[in-house]
T-cell receptor, first 114, second 117 residues
């Protein structure tokens, strides 16, 4: 069974541009989570989508947005990129309403803003 | 809001020996879930072990076990018979009960574990 897949693996953008990151969850998982892992920092929660709707949002500016498609895949969009947006962006998926069920992570997209 | 603290930025251990990674958390909830994730250089987060707060018995997965002290809000990870493949960043994480709605994982800052041959 395929795990969580993210694309692209690496992304280099110029300050002010927009970046789009993609995530495909494990088959059967309806929840998708996005996390930012900046260098030397832990994982910071960005967004949670479930069944096509945004359920929860972390403490990030509105430049960070996303959506979830009918097939439960998800996009994270970062507008007006700033240098400090350079980070590893991790996507995770899980079953809904199965509290102890762990979130399975993808390998991440390394975003570099120059 | 819940917080998770890992007070050891780096740890090292000799191969085949035992090491314990510390984690404390703060919450007002009575029921929750705790996890240890491992992040090797490949970057992918891998679940090591999970603990349900309502269970008094400490979770064990092969060489990995936890010491869950609910009253002290402590959740340490013990790795026995350390192997070179255990070298990675280890993150402690907290998750609220489902009905609370906030399904996000709250992570600690991580502990980098080095295994010395």
């Amino acid at each position: 069974e395929a795990g969580v897949t993210q694309s692209p693996t690496h992304l280099i953008k110029t300050r002010g541009q927009q970046a789009t990151l993609r995530c495909s969850p494990i088959s059967g998982h309806t929840s998708v989570y996005w996390y930012q892992q900046a260098l030397g920092l832990g994982l910071q929660f960005l967004l949670w989508y479930d069944e096509g709707e945004e359920r929860n949002r972390g403490n990030f500016p509105p430049r960070f947005s996303g959506r979830q498609f009918p097939n439960y895949s998800s996009e994270l969009n970062v507008n007006a990129l700033e240098l400090e947006d350079s980070a590893l962006y991790l996507c995770a998926s899980s079953l809904k309403y199965r509290g102890g069920t762990e979130a399975f992570f993808g390998q991440g997209t390394r975003l570099t803003v120059v | 809001a819940q917080t998770v603290t890992q007070s050891q930025p780096e740890m090292s251990v000799q191969e085949a020996e035992t090491v314990t990674l510390s984690c404390t958390y703060d919450t007002s909830e009575s029921d929750y879930y705790l996890f240890w994730y491992k992040q090797p250089p490949s970057r992918q987060m891998i679940l090591v072990i999970r603990q349900e707060a309502y269970k008094q018995q400490n979770a064990t997965e092969n060489r990995f076990s936890v010491n869950f002290q609910k009253a002290a809000k402590s959740f340490s990870l013990k790795i026995s018979d350390s192997q070179l493949g255990d070298a990675a960043m280890y993150f402690c994480a907290y998750r609220s009960p489902l009905i609370q709605g906030a399904q996000k994982l709250v992570f600690g800052q991580g502990t980098r574990l080095t295994i010395n041959p």
